[in-house]
């Protein structure tokens, strides 16, 4: 059995452009830069709301987060980007 000298082929990880600049797909990116600020942004301000809840009423703190769950689950069961 004889060894072959070819080089073996290899997969690009980018795809070129004619000018020769790589292609990137930006399809979602939107999507994605929202699906990370939101939450941040939520957590955010229900840590707020909780830290004010113990400097106000500090026997009322544990169960801050519960009440407004509970809140959002009564005016928007579907969701907050849900359809009715």
Known sequence: MQLSNKKPTTVPTQVARP??????????????????????????????????????????SNIVVFVIMALVLILRPAGLFGRE
Do not use: C, D
Not at 40 to 51: A, D, F, H, N, R
């Open 19 to 60: 000018s020769g600049t790589p292609l990137r797909s930006q399809a979602g990116q939107a999507l994605v830069e929202l699906a990370f600020i939101v939450p941040v942004l939520l957590l955010l301000t229900l840590g707020v709301i909780e830290g004010f809840t113990k400097v106000i009423y500090p026997e009322a």
